[in-house]
């Protein structure tokens, strides 16, 4: 089973168990330190694992981070070989969007 | 902090124009293929209990994930695997990964390989046993299905012979 913040991508591969949480990446068990609250979190994993009842289940965990997500800081210090290969694609993903948000708004 | 009957929201971490990237690849409709399904056999009080992290994490004395060649070839990531034994502490690891900040695992592996919090679930009866192995890969997986054959069976097979019952994936 899969603990994943980015529980949609259960769309395009098909995952037995997913427990979803809204955790940055890199951190997805809880805060460094934090043994009480990485208890909880994997207490709730164990519940959806012998709780989910057929495959694709997905779960979604009630825990939310407690700093804005820009204050994280998950990301790495250079931005990743893949995204800049990408950059261009991803611009337009992004204006893409933003067009069809203003044309229903 | 907990609320009830939260939804999750996907994309809360990323960027505006990573979020509708990784949206528009995603889409809206339910995944309509076969997904694998292992009933779980018994209480997890009884059951072996594996872990996978697509972290990049490894062992100080085993070579680091290679991160110079994905710097050279950027739609290519490193298929080998790591072991990661229980027992590993922060202290013993490398953390290689240009997609996230490694510096908070460095600094706990629990937030991504809780190792010490599962070795307390199995003293405590919450599983039957954390397995003798527990694993690392590196996550950036770019329509590679030569990393099947170079981490995932070799990876699955060991889990096998240490009689797992259950795995617990961590992508990072």
Request: charged share 25%; with cysteine.
């Amino acid at each position: 089973m899969v603990l994943n913040p980015i529980w949609t991508f259960h769309r395009i591969v098909g995952i037995p168990r997913t427990a979803a949480i809204e955790h940055p990446f890199g951190r997805p068990v809880g805060q460094i330190h934090d043994r009480e609250g990485q208890r909880k979190v994997l207490l709730k994993v164990f519940e959806v694992l012998e709780g989910a009842k057929g495959p694709g289940e997905v779960w979604h965990l009630p825990f939310t981070w407690p700093e804005e997500p820009k204050k994280t800081d998950w990301q790495p210090p250079e931005m990743s070989p893949l995204i800049r290969y990408y950059l261009d694609q991803i611009k337009e993903a992004r204006r893409k969007e933003a067009e069809k948000q203003e044309k229903s708004s | 902090m907990e609320q009830e009957q939260k939804v999750v929201d996907p994309y809360r971490f990323l960027p505006p124009g990573l979020a509708a990237w990784v949206r528009s690849f995603i889409g809206e409709e339910d995944y309509k293929g076969q997904i694998p399904w292992t009933p779980l056999k018994k209480p997890l009080s009884q059951c072996t209990v594996s872990m996978i992290t697509s972290a990049g994490i490894s062992l100080k004395s085993d070579p680091p994930f290679d991160m110079e060649r994905e710097k050279r070839e950027p739609l290519w990531g490193d298929r080998s695997y790591r072991v990661i034994p229980r027992g590993t502490t922060s202290q013993d690891i490398d953390v290689n990964h240009l997609h996230i900040n490694t510096n908070w695992i460095k600094q706990d592996i629990n937030v991504m390989l809780p190792m010490q919090r599962m070795e307390e679930f199995e003293k405590e009866g919450v599983i039957g046993r954390l397995s003798t192995s527990c694993y690392s890969f590196y996550g950036f997986q770019w329509q590679s299905t030569e990393f099947l054959d170079t981490a995932i069976s070799p990876m699955a097979e060991k889990m096998g012979r240490e009689g797992v019952d259950a795995v617990l994936l961590f992508p990072a």
